[in-house]
């Protein structure tokens, strides 16, 4: 098994299981995650017993790099997994830190028209281990601390719940990766009833939804899964969520020429939002050669910026950090695929 598919917690499960002390756990992961000591041979607290035990029946499974491309605030990281899929994370160097964005399935069954990665079907979830080998990764490639983690990657978050659940256990620990429950944000297309049970977890994890229509009318052109959860079911489930953990919530709107870039549904989403413990990201579009869609203009943005700033909305332009890589997430896997 692979040792980074254990949180904390199933690692000293796992060693009490077999006949070892719940605070061998600890020394592990203090091995691992502090130290950065990946031979089990060289844990010199370790008793031989437990070495032999460990290099017996755990690995330290990692990605292996197989392309970068660079710009000068933002990486992107082709990654092979153990069977040969390939995935994508996103560096990102922000005045306040590193940013990682990683991905949380091979491919995505979400099916958004715009979106490269669900042009690519779903393959599988990742594993715990793939998630936190990620980061793993991409820190010592570049021997960095990571600051700050969005899985907004190729894949759909809560479509791989349970294993995120575990990713956030892994980030959030002081003893492993560390990084505060305020610097995590999870992104979902909006997943109704997993918006729900995230709410329930009361992680303090940021929330953010991929809405990018003000309405069901676009939402239902551009974004399958708004056939199964309307916008009207989406609002109920974040003012659940913003009612359990007082938190606020990010609404991601990536703006489209002449589909949902226009002054009236700049309105409607300032109507639709008003009053609500939310903010709104505008993003201006990657373009790809696989899909046959637009980024709005300069000018249609900052309009449609103006209009909800009139309305009392907080709301930013997302800063682009890599125009240069190959444009939108899933695309660098594309071409490495030949699809």
Same mark, same amino acid.
Not at 19 to 39: P, R
Not at 119 to 129: A, E, F, I, N, P
Not at 216 to 245: F, G, W
């Given at each position: 098994m692979n040792i980074y598919d254990f949180t904390l917690t199933e690692l000293e499960e796992y060693l009490v299981?077999?006949?070892?002390?719940?605070?061998?756990?600890?020394?592990?992961?203090?091995?691992?995650?502090?130290?950065?000591?990946?031979?089990?041979?060289k844990m010199t607290n370790l008793s031989k017993k437990l070495i032999s035990f460990l290099n017996e029946n755990l690995v330290f499974e990692n990605l292996e790099v197989i392309e970068v491309e660079k710009s000068t605030l933002a990486?992107?990281?082709?990654?092979?997994?153990?069977? &040969? #899929?390939? @995935?994508?994370?996103?560096? $990102?160097?922000?005045?306040?830190? !590193?940013?990682?964005?990683?991905?949380?399935?091979?491919?995505?069954?979400?099916?958004?028209?715009?979106?490269?990665?669900?042009?690519?079907?779903?393959?599988?979830?990742?594993?715990?281990?793939?998630?936190v080998g990620q980061v793993l990764c991409v820190s010592k490639y570049e021997n960095i601390r990571i600051d700050s983690i969005v899985v907004m990657g190729i894949g759909e978050p809560f479509d791989n719940f349970n294993n995120i659940k575990r990713?956030?256990?892994?980030?959030?620990?002081?003893?492993?990766?560390?990084?505060?429950?305020?610097?995590?944000?999870?992104?979902?297309?909006?997943l109704v009833p997993k918006i729900y049970e995230f709410a329930d977890l009361e992680t303090g994890v940021n929330l953010a939804i991929s809405l990018h229509?003000? &309405? #069901?009318? @676009?939402?239902?052109?551009? $974004?399958?899964?708004?056939?199964? !959860?309307?916008?009207?079911?989406?609002?109920?489930?974040?003012?659940?969520?913003?009612?359990?953990?007082?938190?606020?919530?990010?609404?991601?709107?990536?703006m489209l020429e002449g589909i949902n870039d226009s002054d009236e549904c700049a309105r409607e989403l300032a109507k639709l939002i008003k009053g609500k413990l939310m903010y709104v990201n505008l993003i201006p579009y990657n373009e790809t050669s696989?899909?046959?869609?637009?980024?709005?203009?300069?000018?249609?943005?900052k309009s449609f910026y103006d209009i909800l700033k009139s309305n009392n909305i907080n709301v930013t332009i997302r800063k682009e950090m890599g125009g240069n890589l190959s444009a939108a997430c899933g695309q660098l896997r594309a071409n490495a695929e030949r699809l």
């Open positions: 299981k077999n006949g070892f002390k719940k605070y061998n756990a600890t020394q592990i992961i203090e091995w691992i995650y502090e130290k950065k000591v990946y031979d089990f041979n990486n992107k990281y082709l990654l092979k997994l153990k069977d &040969n #899929n390939k @995935i994508e994370c996103v560096l $990102m160097n922000h005045d306040y830190g !590193y940013s990682l964005c990683v991905s949380s399935q091979v491919g995505c069954n979400m099916g958004c028209s715009f979106c490269e990665s669900g042009r690519l079907k779903k393959v599988r979830d990742l594993t715990l281990g793939e998630l990713f956030i256990s892994v980030v959030t620990n002081n003893k492993m990766i560390n990084i505060g429950q305020r610097h995590l944000t999870i992104s979902t297309c909006g229509a003000p &309405n #069901n009318e @676009i939402r239902d052109k551009i $974004m399958k899964v708004n056939h199964a !959860y309307k916008i009207e079911k989406v609002m109920e489930a974040l003012d659940y969520y913003i009612s359990k953990t007082n938190r606020r919530v990010t609404i991601e709107y990536i696989n899909i046959d869609m637009k980024r709005s203009n300069l000018f249609k943005i």
